[in-house]
């Protein structure tokens, strides 16, 4: 799927419209290079965004979906988004990866 892009007020443009496995061209150097989003792909590639916005590793949101266990997809999701305030692309990121890293997906 290509990506699609809109601009802000401010002229800034941003990905849209990408699954979790694609990945969007590099925005503002118009160069093609990689950016830091690109440097994984999947569930990973919202790793940096969620470390930083919520302030914990990875490894703290993947304990708090283990310990949920043996709740489905979607309930582990809305522990995380409910009693974390974790939006629902990061949950989702979050739990698809630490459910195939554990065999359960």
Known sequence: MAPSYRSNAHGQRSCIAVTLTARCDSIGSGNGEPNARQSREGPAS???S?????GHPISHWQQIVRDGYPARHMELVSILKDAHGMGHGHANAVVA???AQDGLK
Request: no cysteine; hydrophobic share 25%; charged share 20%.
């Open 97 to 99: 990866y630490t459910l």
């Open 46 to 48: 919202y790793f940096p």
């Open 50 to 54: 969620i470390e930083k916005t919520y």
